[in-house]
């Protein structure tokens, strides 16, 4: 059967700015698929970033409305959507061999109802390859087309089609979108969508467009009916959210933003993903004065070199990125930085590297995501020829690895002895007997305790230190 194309994507228009609209939605189930979905289950698998994980929510929201139900077991799912990742090729393999999986249950029950959603849609080579190769596939979704997951519905279950719908430039902030969250007591708030950064290495700015921020009273609002619901943590979402507000003709900042939402009565605010460049110092002041503001800030460096720095349009020097550092470990001495560091950028010499890792030995980080560098098509980093082997890239990851851990085990050793504030999350997924959470500066602890904890702040002692994560005793 042919596709039948609604939308694709087109990188130029991705990168276009429009003026943006705010569109309050009022979503209408027809009658048809309503009875159709009747006992019908959903399943959903979510890759990526937490951008991804509120999406997912999001068609949780919808697959809801249809009067569908959740399933965690693939095999049993009537709709089954697979929401992707492409901001390294890896994730894109996963999914692709995901895929493939699929197609077996998809040969058994041809009923089953498949979508692939997320970045990987964004892109025209995926969806070349799902034309010639995946063409079980019943629906490719964009990450702004999210609202015609109903009508593309439709016309799978009534008219028979497969869809393709991938718009590629977005004009528009959806309001009230349905939404199921997977928890009761933590929760994504979007701020901004999109991002105009550009560092040379990254795809997301071509996958989810120019940035868009939300007005601050539609954020207030949907926190406010969070902390009505008894939610304990928000975390403020974006993937830039230092830069909150320079879209919007209203002045406001993030630090305006963060200090009228920590000012709600919600026990725990966290926001993600800072950007150095749009690093304003008044940010640090609104953490200080507010208690319920958690004493963790992601900021990624992705390399230590000025020079590579550069290369990468990351906008800010080596200097420039500790000078936050300082700034904010002096005014609050126990905020914990984690950040992204990527390895083997093209090109990057053993002194660029000598120079990068000598450097963020000095930060001292308390955690640290780290990745090798990946071509990403489209991108301007993707253009230059690479001459670095990647046996030399191996061994560069290795170094810089040594480095964090011990940096992380010092700064874990910090709190050896102390009390800290801990939501409990879930049972631990490494040992049974043991509740998981994290504390007020996102130190993941271990502890053991009833499960009917979960989704409380209690209070832990820490007893010892596991690099990644540390051990505790409940204080009664
Ligand atoms: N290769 C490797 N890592 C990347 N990241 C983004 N693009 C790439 C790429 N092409 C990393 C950055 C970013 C994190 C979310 O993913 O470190 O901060
Ligand atoms: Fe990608 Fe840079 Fe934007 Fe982060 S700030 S999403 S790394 S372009």
């Keep these: 059967m042919k596709y039948n194309v609604l939308s694709k994507p087109d990188f130029k228009k991705a990168l276009l700015k ?282 990624p460096i992705q390399s230590g070199c000025d020079s590579i720095l550069k290369l990468m349009n990351r906008k800010y020097t080596f200097d420039e990125y500790a000078s936050i550092i300082e700034e904010t470990r002096k005014k609050i001495p126990d905020i914990r930085f984690s950040t992204d560091i990527i390895v083997g950028f093209p090109n990057e010499t053993k002194k660029q590297n000598e120079e990068s890792l000598k450097n963020i030995k000095k930060i001292n980080f308390d955690g640290a995501f780290t990745f090798i560098y990946s071509p990403r098509e489209g991108t301007t980093a993707a253009k230059i020829k690479d001459n670095v082997p990647r046996k030399e890239k191996t061994e560069r990851f290795k170094k810089l690895t040594n480095i964090l851990r011990e940096s992380f085990s010092k700064s874990n050793q910090k709190y050896i002895g102390k009390t800290l504030s801990v939501l409990v999350d879930s049972i631990s997924k490494t040992d049974k007997n043991f509740l998981s959470g994290y504390s007020h500066e996102n130190l993941l602890i271990n502890f053991k305790g009833n499960k009917d904890l979960i989704g409380s702040i209690v209070k832990v002692k820490v007893i010892s230190e596991h690099i990644y994560f540390l051990k505790g005793e409940i204080v009664i």
Excluded: W
Aim: proline letters at 2%; a positive charge.
């Design 18 to 299: 429009k003026e943006i609209k705010t569109v309050c939605l009022n979503i209408k189930v027809p009658k048809h698929l309503k009875d159709f979905c009747k006992d019908k289950k959903y399943f959903i698998k979510t890759h990526g970033c937490q951008a991804n994980y509120r999406d997912s929510e999001i068609y949780k929201g919808y697959f809801e409305l249809l009067g569908l139900k959740e399933t965690d077991i693939l095999e049993k799912a009537d709709f089954i959507l697979i929401n992707s990742c492409a901001v390294r090729q890896k994730a894109e393999e996963k999914v692709l061999s995901e895929l493939g999986e699929i197609k077996q249950l998809k040969t058994k029950d041809k009923n089953k109802i498949l979508i692939l959603a997320g970045c990987m849609a964004q892109e025209e080579k995926n969806i070349r390859t799902i034309i010639n190769s995946f063409n079980f596939v019943d629906l490719v979704l964009g990450t702004h087309d999210l609202n015609n997951l109903v009508r593309n519905l439709d016309l799978i279950i009534t008219k028979n089609q497969q869809i393709i719908d991938v718009s590629s430039s977005s004009g528009c902030i959806y309001e009230k979108l349905p939404s199921k969250r997977d928890s009761k007591f933590k929760a994504f708030v979007n701020i901004t969508y999109g991002c105009d950064k550009f560092c040379s290495y990254c795809i997301v700015p071509f996958l989810r467009g120019r940035q868009r921020s939300r007005s601050i009273e539609s954020i207030l609002k949907e926190c406010k009916e969070l902390e009505k619901s008894g939610y304990k943590e928000i975390t403020l979402l974006g993937q830039n959210v230092t830069s909150y507000g320079k879209d919007l003709k209203d002045g406001k900042s993030f630090a305006n933003l963060l200090d009228k939402v920590a000012s709600l009565n919600i026990p725990r605010i966290n926001f993600l993903t800072s950007h150095p460049f749009d690093f304003d110092y008044k940010i640090i002041d609104v953490i200080k004065k507010h208690k319920n503001i958690m004493r963790y800030m992601h900021l």
